[in-house]
Each structure stands twice: as structure tokens, then as C-alpha cells.
């Protein structure tokens, strides 16, 4: 059974990067596509961008390039750095394993972190 | 590519709960849908449009046509008051789009 968790900072500073870990368990990171998703407060989710084969990447265009996805194969984690946060990216950030990369189905997404941008 | 759906359905228990999902030719597309109860993390119900993943009760179903996606949940219970929110891939764009989510309360 695939499992993935989210960790890393809770409170990050205005104009500083957001960096965020996902660990995934019952798979090789380098197997499949793995996407990051957040819910800012009161909003709906919003996708921010997958990895796969262990480097190829696309993103969410509303994010205007501050965003990197990657993997660390060895540790079987992938990640997410948003850089220059505002207080509009305060949001629940989650990662998810793609379990079919034709329509793009999340399944398992990991329970969730919150992230706060504030000075 | 927008998603539109309602922010919010209410309905009884027993009765049937009719989600619908909005976008242009929708029905070209495939359509997930994901239930997310409060303080939790979302979960996939309903994969390409009308298949459900192994342990989602028969009483969740999906259909795609035309403009619109719907979400159908019969004897609705409790346990299902959650937000739910439509995902497609716009391979047009190379985007991933959620809908903005809609509330199911049972009341």
C-alpha cells in the first residue's frame, strides 16, 4: 500500500522560499508521477506541479515560475520550493502519487501541511 | 480552463445528492472526483468520469456529457457530508484544474 507524508516548516517569512518534503512509502519515487496540490483558506485546491522520471517537471502557469519539484531518488522523496512566498500562498500543501498519468489521478494524497507565510 | 461547480448542496438523509461540474466539453475530457471531510486530506470516489477505486460504496456513481460533469451519491448518509471538488487534465494547456469545490451538507 503507497503511502506518502508531507514535512518541513510551518511558518515561513514574507519574500523567503517555501520548502517542503515528501516521503513516500510502498513505492520507488523514480516509478511513477508525483504532484504537489495546496488549499489556500476558504479557496478550492489548486495544482502546483508534478515530477516524473525522476526530473521531468511542469507546473501550474498562475505560479509564474517560483516553483521547483524534485527527487531524491536515494531517499525516495520528492520536494517543493516556492520561493519569494506571500501571504497569499498561505495555504494546506499536499503531495500526491499520480496513479494514472493519462487523466492525472491523485491517489494517495498525504494527510497535509500547513503553511503559514507571515512575518 | 474553468471548472465551475456549486459551492454548496444540501440534502436529507436517504435522499439522492446530485453534484454537477461545469466546463467546456467537459465530456471530451476525463473526470475525477475527490471527497475531502473536514480536517482531512482529499480522497479519490470517482476516477475517468464514472469508475469507482476499490472500497467507495456503489451508492457514489459519476457521468460526463456535453458541458457537464455530475457526482450522484444515493441514500445519502451522514458520513458523507464533505466538500467535493472535479479535477481534469486541459491537455490543450498541459494544466492540471480543480474545481472550486462544493459543500455537501446533510441535514
Known amino acids: 500500500q503507497v503511502q506518502v507524508r508531507e514535512s518541513g516548516p510551518g511558518l515561513v517569512k514574507p519574500s523567503e522560499t517555501l520548502s517542503l518534503t515528501c516521503s513516500v512509502f510502498?513505492?520507488?519515487?523514480?516509478?511513477?508521477?508525483w504532484s504537489w496540490v495546496r488549499k489556500p483558506p476558504g479557496r478550492g485546491l489548486e495544482w502546483i506541479g508534478y515530477?516524473?522520471?525522476?526530473?521531468?517537471?511542469n507546473y501550474n502557469p498562475s505560479l509564474k515560475s517560483r516553483a521547483i519539484v524534485s527527487v531524491d531518488t536515494p531517499k525516495n522523496q520528492f520536494s517543493l520550493k516556492l520561493r519569494s512566498v506571500t501571504t497569499a500562498d498561505t495555504a494546506v500543501y499536499y503531495c500526491?502519487?499520480?496513479?494514472?498519468?493519462?487523466?492525472?489521478?491523485?491517489?494517495?494524497w498525504g494527510q497535509g501541511r500547513l503553511v503559514t507565510v507571515s512575518s | 480552463y474553468v471548472l465551475t461547480q456549486p459551492s454548496s448542496v444540501a440534502v436529507a438523509p436517504g435522499r439522492t445528492a446530485t453534484i454537477t461540474c461545469g466546463g467546456n466539453?467537459?465530456?471530451?475530457?476525463?473526470v475525477q472526483w475527490y471527497q475531502q471531510k473536514a480536517g482531512q486530506a482529499p480522497a479519490l470516489v470517482v476516477h475517468?468520469?464514472?469508475n469507482r477505486p476499490p472500497g467507495i460504496p456503489e451508492r457514489f456513481s459519476g457521468s460526463n456529457s456535453g458541458n457537464t460533469a455530475t457526482l450522484i451519491i444515493n441514500r445519502v448518509e451522514a458520513g458523507d457530508e464533505a466538500d467535493y471538488h472535479c479535477?481534469?487534465?486541459?491537455?490543450?494547456?498541459?494544466?492540471?484544474?480543480f474545481g472550486g469545490g462544493t459543500k455537501l451538507t446533510v441535514l
Open positions: 510502498g513505492a520507488f519515487v523514480s516509478s511513477h508521477y
Open positions: 515530477v516524473y522520471d525522476a526530473g521531468t517537471t
Open positions: 475517468y468520469d464514472r
Open positions: 500526491a502519487r499520480v496513479s494514472d498519468s493519462s487523466a492525472f489521478v491523485f491517489d494517495p
Open positions: 479535477q481534469v487534465w486541459d491537455s490543450s494547456e498541459d494544466v492540471l484544474v
Open positions: 466539453n467537459i465530456g471530451l475530457k476525463s
